[in-house]
């Protein structure tokens, strides 16, 4: 109805202390994530065994015009965006061949080092000291290959079968400042939109827990999110647990 209008400002909604705290706690743009994460913080405060660590991931996909075959991706941060004061070791990279680590980047970096899963080089024909060029809705980075590894934690693209053909699936793992907001907007500059195809998730990985984080968790959204996850009750590790090997 004409005059029921009311218009309502991002400034008062997100405030300065707010947006600074969505910062603080790697949210992005997420309440589920800075809730989450919040939430992680004040249970470590509580429980002096409780380990955690979270992990940013962009999933995307994109066309490769070389071949007319549909790529999906994955960028994730090889070390955690945030973590126990007592390190848990969770979900650690494993780096098959290459150096042994990477340097954090700058807002001058224009080619990230990054490690890439090695079914996805070979199908490309792609080696270490290679140069990788990934489109993500409009937005194109380079990274430089200098090594090849693995996280268990995704071994296949989310809501894929672990015997699914992934030789078009591209697994990078990057340092996390990849993810800080002043280098993420260099490369997703201001106009970059998110989409169902191209959106930015975390995995959280909890041990030593007397709650049940996700029981706690559901005091502020539906029942059907889960944020919180055991290493065993993660989707790709919980498949690999459950390989029986025949003979």
Known sequence: ME??????????IFSQSLIEDFVKYNAGGSFVSYISNRLLEQVEQNEKDFRYNVFQRLVSRFQDVSNSTEVKVQIES???VQKSSNDANLNNLIVEKGQNKIDPYTINTTVYDAYVNDLFLKSRNLKIG???TIAVSGARIQ????GEAIKY???TPSNSGIFESNKNYAQIFVDSSFFNQ???????????KFDSNTYIIQ?????????????????F???????????KHHEQIAQLENLRIMT
């Open 130 to 132: 290679n140069t990788l």
């Open 221 to 231: 959204f539906s029942r059907r999110t889960l944020p919180f996850k055991t290493m």
């Open 153 to 155: 934690s995704t071994l």
């Open 78 to 80: 090889l070390n955690a």
């Open 182 to 192: 002043q280098i993420f907007d260099i490369n997703f500059k201001t106009d970059f």
């Open 3 to 12: 005059g029921d209008n009311k218009e309502v400002k991002y400034s008062d």
């Open 143 to 146: 990274f430089r290959i200098v």
């Open 203 to 219: 995995d959280r990985m909890i041990k030593n827990s007397k709650y049940d984080m996700n029981d706690l968790f559901y005091n």
